[in-house]
């Protein structure tokens, strides 16, 4: 015997799906488009993804963005790299986009730990910029960090794991502040 939902949709050979009938969750729409802006470190893997999405009936607009730093990874970070070509795409679409630039984001007003580099500095002011579940350890010449980890416990260990890494594994680390709080060993 059938449920009644079961009877409800029942394919007959010439009944139509139930209009509730929608392409699984992961199939792109064709009539989308997306900006997919990438940093030239990752070109050949970035072409990967690009030709994988339009293949698959993906619509976008493949831009190869300057260079920034080692690996490109702050490229969002750097708005006047992209900001443009974000423009644009969103005028072509007939998306508005915002009158004026959003305000420069500010970190907050935390000293770095003494002793750090000018690179190490500059990385203290990344670290207070960045999201939740994050730490910063520092050794007597090196530092590391760790963000957007599962929690604050991750964050730690992997903090200590890549200021032991840059240290060379020469001197102690210890975490010194964990989601923005200083912490005191």
Not at 162 to 176: D, F, Q
């Amino acid at each position: 015997m059938a449920t009644p939902a079961a009877s409800r949709t029942a394919a007959t050979p010439d009944a139509a799906p139930p209009p509730t009938t929608r392409p699984p969750r992961n199939t792109p729409r064709r009539t989308s488009a997306s900006p997919w802006i990438l940093p030239a470190p990752n070109l050949t893997l970035a072409q990967k993804f690009d030709t994988a999405f339009r293949s698959q009936g993906g619509n976008d607009q493949f831009v190869l963005a300057p260079p920034i730093g080692d690996d490109g990874h702050s490229l969002f970070r750097h708005v006047s790299a992209w900001s443009d070509t974000v423009d644009a795409f969103l005028t072509a679409h007939q998306l508005n986009p915002l009158p004026e630039p959003l305000p420069e984001i500010k970190p907050p007003d935390i000293p770095p730990p003494p002793g750090l580099s000018e690179n190490g500095q500059h990385a203290f002011e990344s670290y207070l910029l960045l999201g939740p579940h994050k730490a910063f350890a520092t050794s007597a010449h090196s530092f590391g960090l760790a963000v957007a980890q599962i929690n604050i416990d991750d964050a730690r260990h992997k903090a200590l794991e890549n200021c032991r890494h840059n240290a060379g594994n020469n001197e102690e680390c210890v975490v010194v502040s964990v989601d923005n709080i200083a912490v005191h060993p």
